[in-house]
């Protein structure tokens, strides 16, 4: 019996291989996101230090407070049209300072010297912040929106003078910001969330009303 040919460009009896459905947007990690509303995992926290370049491969400087414009840090690369990436459109650049304290620990290396080239540094949202994306964060006078992950790349670590930094802040290299309101933001000022990202606060409300009801409580204010 002949063999029934296959259609064009397509070898006899090769099955088409179907790709998997995806289930993340695209640069969005699919992880779980804590409740910014009922403020599991931390909604507040502090500003550890400020880090600005002047140019594009110029040494990192520690301030100790900065002036964040529509467009970006004062003083910094980013603002003045000389950063690396600067196509990529991120105004601010916020990362944990438990990251940063993790990958000491585990790695030996210390970039509290502002090698890691982040903006803000923030203490008490956890090493991760996925849950801040989308949310506005009140950072000193400014408000910030995070818009997704800013991985490291060799670029920083070739900067840094530091081999393996890149992959010890694979996942928790901060995150793109793009500048709500314009502020000035110190070391030492609070940082929190002023208004969670409006899916993850929909999601968070509506379990919490499965539950109660669930729960069978129907208590009326007497």
């Known amino acids: 019996m002949p063999l029934r040919a296959g259609r064009a460009g397509r070898a006899p009896g ?10 993340a947007e ?11 509303v009922s403020g599991e995992g931390g909604t507040s926290g502090v ?33 003045r049209g000389d950063g690396r990436f600067q196509l990529d459109g991120c105004a601010v650049t916020l990362v944990a300072a438990e990251a ?21 540094v923030v ?5 991760g912040m996925d849950d801040l994306l989308d949310a506005t964060v009140a950072v000193g006078e400014a408000r910030l929106r995070p818009t997704r992950r ?14 393996g930094l890149a992959s010890a802040l694979r996942n928790r290299g901060g995150l793109c910001c793009d500048v709500i ?36 409580d129907h208590r009326r204010d007497d």
């Open 47 to 79: 500003v550890r230090s400020l880090v600005t370049a002047p140019a594009g491969g110029a040494p990192p400087e520690l301030r100790e407070a900065v002036e964040i414009r529509p467009d970006g840090v004062d003083g910094d690369r980013y603002r």
């Open 181 to 216: 309101e314009p502020g000035r933001v110190a070391v030492g000022d609070s940082a929190s969330v002023a208004d969670p990202d409006p899916r993850t606060a929909g999601a968070a409300i509506a379990d919490r009303l499965r539950e109660r009801s669930a729960g069978g």
């Open 123 to 127: 203490e008490g949202f956890g090493p």
């Open 14 to 23: 090769r099955r088409r291989l179907l790709r998997a459905p995806r289930v």
């Open 100 to 120: 940063l304290d993790a990958v000491r620990e585990e790695t030996g290396i210390d970039v509290s010297d502002g090698r890691h080239r982040r903006n803000v």
């Open 26 to 36: 695209a640069g969005r990690p699919e992880s779980p996101r804590r409740d910014a």
């Open 150 to 163: 800013r991985p490291p790349c060799a670029h920083v670590e070739s900067l840094a003078g530091a081999d």
